[in-house]
């Protein structure tokens, strides 16, 4: 099976700009989650989607938004970027429907730099 | 409310010494454990997990994980260190949310390998 894929891998925006990540899930794999990866705060979980619904959500600004669709790919988007934004966006998919928590299988990430 | 503290930022071994990476976590409730490994521009890749099943968790390269619950501990270990083990590694601690589980992610332990 195929990974999980994200594009772009890297981007460059300016502050207020707004901008969209997209993630790929592995086939079959309903649940999709992104973290932020920074250095100063290290791994912080951003959202989760399983069929179409957020199903949580962690200690992030409205600015930080996302979606998913029918087969299952989601898109985070970001918005009036401000300079703290820049980081290393995670996208991980799961099957989402275990008894317990699942395995997370990542991909390897879009550097976004805010300039 | 649940936490993870990994105890060292940095660990340098010499290759085929034995590798303690350290994982102290809260948690309210029976705690879902994992270790993640980060390898340099690669995502996240599992390395092992502990759902309340056997204490001492066996994992992928070697490495296996003890559940302590009177220490709170979850340590990483490996008898034997290879230059490929060089990388980030992770422990995670997972709650139960809203129907699916929220994880809650360590700083990060950078394992340095010295031929």
């Known amino acids: 099976k195929a990974g999980v894929t994200q594009t772009p891998r890297y981007l460059i925006k300016t502050r207020g700009q707004q901008v969209t990540l997209s993630c790929s899930p592995i086939?079959?794999?309903?649940?999709v989650s992104w973290y932020q990866q920074t250095p100063g705060q290290g791994l912080q979980f951003l959202f989760e989607y399983f069929s179409e619904t957020q199903r949580n959500k962690g200690n992030f600004p409205g600015r930080f938004s996302g979606r998913q669709f029918s087969n299952s790919r989601s898109e985070m988007n970001v918005s009036t970027l401000e300079l703290g934004d820049s980081a290393l966006y995670l996208c991980?998919?799961?099957?989402?429907?275990?008894?317990?928590?699942?395995?997370?299988?990542f991909g390897p990430g879009t550097r976004l730099t805010v300039l | 409310a649940q936490s993870v503290t990994q105890l060292d930022s940095h660990v340098s071994v010499s290759e085929g010494t034995p590798v303690l990476l350290r994982c102290n976590y809260s948690?309210?409730?029976?705690?879902?454990l994992f270790w993640y490994v980060q390898h340099p521009n690669k995502g996240l890749q599992l390395l092992l997990k502990?759902?309340?099943?056997?204490?001492l968790v066996k994992g992928i390269n070697g490495f296996e994980a003890e559940f302590k619950k009177s220490e709170t501990s979850f340590h990483l270990t490996k008898p034997s260190a290879h230059m490929s083990d060089a990388a980030e590694y992770f422990c995670v601690v997972s709650a139960q949310s809203g129907g699916s589980y929220i994880p809650t992610f360590g700083r990060g332990t950078s394992l340095i390998v010295h031929p």
């Open positions: 991980a998919s799961s099957p989402g429907v275990a008894g317990g928590p699942d395995t997370q299988y």
């Open positions: 948690s309210s409730y029976s705690p879902s």
């Open positions: 502990y759902t309340s099943a056997a204490t």
């Open positions: 086939s079959g794999h309903r649940s």
